[in-house]
């Protein structure tokens, strides 16, 4: 049986303040359950995309690690390590958040510059243009999927802190609510019998005193 709320006056003036509250509650236990469904909906379709940038970050990966097998075969290793030690490329993460159904989720992007080549076509190779073109690739899809995962994270926790609020609603907040209500109205009830009754016994000892006339 549920509990009634303590501190709990039965007056005509708390039954109504106990209405309204009902009223609230309901209302945001609609909203909270429709918030929980969005967000569900939400992850599960971040759930699809990180599948699709899993794939795209082994295909870039892939693509770069073949491109730079090359660059070694056909340069030597010693001058591949070389010519990336005098590359002056470097990449900026941006980190800012947008709004998804009231969760802060990230967006990150990725500025990567192309200074000058620090060597000479001549004592280069095409591949090691395409090995570093296909790690910029790469690169891009790692942040992709590195914001997609950390999305899914915070929406996974409002889910679970939403879904709490939910069933405290359902099993707590909104019984106790009905209980207490229905507590008063039967208290108020059983006062309008009492003082119903009393008015009656009052009316019929005034008229066996009044006197025939």
């Known amino acids: 049986m549920s509990k009634i709320l303590p501190g709990t ?3 005509r003036m708390e039954l109504l303040a106990l209405k309204n509250r009902m009223a609230l509650a309901e209302r945001g236990h609609k909203l909270l359950r429709e918030k929980r469904d969005s967000l569900i909906m939400e992850f599960f379709n971040a759930i699809a995309e990180i599948k699709d940038a899993r794939e795209k970050v082994n295909a870039t990966l892939k693509d770069a690690y073949s491109a730079l097998t090359q660059a070694k075969m056909i340069m030597g290793p010693s001058r591949v390590v070389e010519f990336a030690y005098a590359s002056k490329m470097r990449a900026d993460l941006t980190i800012s958040t947008r709004s998804t159904m009231g969760v ?7 500025d990567q510059e192309n200074p000058a080549l620090p060597y000479s076509l001549p004592d280069s190779s095409a591949k090691l243009d395409l090995m570093s073109s296909k790690f910029r ?9 590195a914001e ?3 999305s899914v994270k915070r929406l996974a926790l409002e889910i679970e802190r939403t879904k709490r609020r939910v069933s405290a609603l359902e099993t707590v907040v909104i019984p106790r609510l009905d209980a207490t ?10 006062r ?17 005193k009044v006197p025939n006339s």
């Open 9 to 11: 006056k039965t007056t």
């Open 104 to 110: 802060r989720v990230p967006v990150l992007s990725v």
């Open 137 to 145: 690739d790469a690169l891009r899809t790692i942040t992709r999927l």
């Open 148 to 150: 997609i995962e950390s």
């Open 181 to 190: 209500v229905r507590f008063v109205k039967l208290a108020l009830e059983e």
């Open 192 to 208: 309008e019998r009492e003082d119903f009754y009393r008015i009656k016994m009052v009316k019929e000892r005034l008229r066996q």
